[in-house]
């Protein structure tokens, strides 16, 4: 069926080397949203953006995350370099835009493993 | 700063029992708050949002402003309803979704 693809699925990589993460959200959605979920927890956002603007980055940890949405259609997620406290789901979501009522659509997220 | 709590990790209940989900919020402006679902080996989903006031898969909640809760309720549990449940505030000009950490529910048969 047709919606938020993310890859890879898996990544297992070790502490202090580099990962992407690739979006491509629900064709026409605006708004595009990366979680971070740790273990036993809920998704955390760590970026929004609106197009290819953003418009909440404050949670994002800046000196080692980084993310763009080139064009405003797909979105990458880099972290350089991982720690292990970055071990996590990362989902990626869209929604059509940010009005009243808009649902968020998600992908299957990527496992990310750091060692 | 906008908070959403859910006070249990873990809820079982049997087949045919009531089941209630538990949700409070913490936000200063007009809230908008929805219910996601992820069941197994399953994408996040939305299940239902107050502005609606609808009724999906035979849950509903109420969002009651006294109480800042947003509880989901229903009459008569399913083993298929089993899976984590998670409650979500829209807030702020951009309108971030910010998530509680979940409730895994089990229906037992």
């Known amino acids: 069926e047709a919606g938020v693809a993310q890859s890879p699925r898996y990544k297992i990589i070790e502490k202090r080397q580099s990962v992407a993460f690739w979006c491509n959200p629900i064709?026409?959605?605006?708004?595009l949203y990366w979680y971070q979920q740790i273990l036993g927890q809920g998704p955390k956002l760590l970026i929004q953006?609106?197009?290819?603007?953003?418009?909440?980055d404050s949670q994002l940890p800046k000196d080692r995350f980084s993310a763009e949405r080139l064009k405003g259609v797909d979105s990458t997620l880099k972290i350089q370099p991982a720690k292990l406290e970055d071990s996590a789901v990362y989902l990626c979501?869209?929604?059509?835009?940010?009005?009243?009522?808009?649902?968020?659509?998600f992908g299957q997220g990527t496992r990310l493993t750091v060692v | 700063a906008q908070r959403v709590t859910q006070p249990e990790k873990l809820l079982s209940v049997f087949k045919g029992a009531p089941v209630e989900l538990k949700c409070n919020y913490s936000y200063s402006g007009s809230p908008e708050l929805f219910w996601y679902v992820q069941y197994s080996r399953q994408r996040l989903q939305l299940l239902l949002r107050h502005i609606s006031r609808e009724s999906i898969k035979g849950f509903t909640a109420d969002l009651n402003k006294g109480e800042t809760s947003f509880h989901l309720k229903k009459p008569f549990a399913q083993e298929e309803d089993s899976a984590m449940y998670y409650c979500?505030?829209?807030?702020?000009?951009?309108?971030?979704?910010?998530f509680g950490s979940g409730t895994q529910l089990t229906v037992l048969p």
């Open positions: 979500a505030l829209v807030s702020g000009s951009a309108r971030q979704l910010t």
């Open positions: 979501a869209s929604s059509l835009g940010v009005g009243l009522n808009t649902e968020a659509f």
């Open positions: 953006f609106q197009n290819n603007g953003v418009v909440d």
């Open positions: 064709s026409g959605h605006a708004t």
